[in-house]
């Protein structure tokens, strides 16, 4: 790798979908990338903005965001976090790329399809839908602002979690599409890091990606303490089989805890299952609190005092976002004389 890039959307608190699928890889990768690699975690409050929120409660998950990140282990000496707004090239890049972007290639994207489904009411058609439903261009344009986000550095690797897979071929898509329009290699194609917890699913609906965008319930944020990681577990689907086993397909919701477990414990799911195969569900779901507790509540010591520091949070951000801008900037301007701007 040459330069790593992974956002996060200021949506919500972090959960431990974020934490085991994606944050966790870019703490140890500034253990195990090379010196000179480049580091860049955004938290891209424009593309939380393609749902309508309250502008306070976003202001506040930005920096809710960012404590969180920092108390994971981001260490800003050696990544650099920032807002993405703060760097109007993002959003400049997207404008050149929606120009040059098929819209077949953005509505085949499984997120844009399965949010229109669930508006789709077979009494209407399409066009009635998109008419009416409140989704908006924004929506169905983001994965554009964020292949801008990606090749705006020229990002070699980018950590995401399995939702974000086809997203990121389109980046490539799109960035081939480009130095072939204009005869140049302008940006290299990224390619994605994925950890061994690439989906963790929802505790109430293990078909679904635990999400900071659904019900508070559904999933354990990085900041919930004790007692509440405990009932949300124990509240999470289950069913009446008498012992543990690792099977997607029959047993979703549970093999959801396994993996939860294994990646809590840095150990496989087949180590899981031997040392738990014999546990009921309770017994197991005990111990899945108890790791999942150890593991946050270091961490939660440190979102707890980083709340109390939020004008060292907002400097880190600030010169953050003064570094990426650099880059930024620089990559732009040789992308500017491409397009024949300049
Ligand atoms: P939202 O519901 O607002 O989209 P989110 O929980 O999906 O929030 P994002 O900010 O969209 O979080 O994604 C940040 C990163 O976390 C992405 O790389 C994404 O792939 C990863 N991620 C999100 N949810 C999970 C999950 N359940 N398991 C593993 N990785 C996840
Ligand atoms: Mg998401």
């Known amino acids: ?14 959960h431990i ?54 108390a994971c282990g981001i260490d800003p000496a050696r990544s650099l976090i920032f807002e993405q707004s703060r760097i109007p090239a993002h959003t400049e890049l997207a404008w050149f790329f929606n120009c040059i972007t098929p819209m ?4 085949r994207m499984t997120q844009w399809k399965s949010k229109l489904k669930l508006k789709t009411n077979s ?9 009416a439903s409140g989704l908006c261009l924004g929506l169905f344009s983001y994965p554009v602002l964020q292949a801008a986000d990606i090749l705006l550095y020229k990002a070699t690797h980018v950590p995401i979690g399995e939702d974000q897979v086809q997203h990121l071929e389109l980046t490539r898509d799109i960035a081939e599409m480009f130095n072939k329009m204009f005869r140049q290699n ?27 965008s659904d019900p508070e319930n559904t999933r354990i944020n990085m900041s919930d303490p004790p007692e509440i990681i405990a009932e949300k577990i124990k509240k999470s689907t289950s069913d009446s089989l008498k012992y543990i086993t690792y099977d997607p397909e029959t047993r979703p919701a549970i093999a959801n805890l396994v993996t ?15 040392e738990h195969g014999k546990s009921n569900i309770k017994t197991f ?12 509540s270091p961490i939660q010591e440190e979102i707890q005092r980083l709340r109390l ?27 500017r004389r491409v397009v024949g701007l300049k």
């Open 1 to 14: 790798p040459e330069l790593i890039l992974s956002g996060i959307q200021p949506t919500g608190s972090p």
């Open 17 to 70: 979908g974020n934490f085991l699928g994606v944050l966790s890889k870019w703490v140890s990768l500034q253990q195990t990338a090379h010196d000179s690699v480049t580091l860049l975690y955004p938290i891209v409050d424009l593309h939380a903005l393609t749902i309508p929120r309250d502008p306070e409660q976003l202001k506040k998950s930005k920096i809710e965001t960012a404590i969180v990140l920092l």
């Open 104 to 107: 077949g290639w953005l509505s």
């Open 123 to 131: 009494q209407f058609s399409e066009h009635d839908v998109l008419s």
């Open 186 to 212: 302008v940006f290299p194609l990224p390619l994605p890091i994925t950890t061994s917890a690439k989906r963790i699913m929802s505790l109430y609906d293990p078909s679904k990606k635990m999400s900071k």
């Open 260 to 274: 939860i477990y294994a990646a809590v414990q840095g150990i496989t799911i087949d180590q899981v299952v031997v």
């Open 285 to 296: 779901k005990d111990a899945v609190t108890q790791v999942l507790v150890e593991k946050l």
């Open 309 to 335: 520091e939020q004008g060292y949070v907002q400097q880190v951000l600030k010169n953050g976002a003064e570094k990426a801008s650099i880059i930024a900037e620089n990559n732009l301007d040789e992308i």
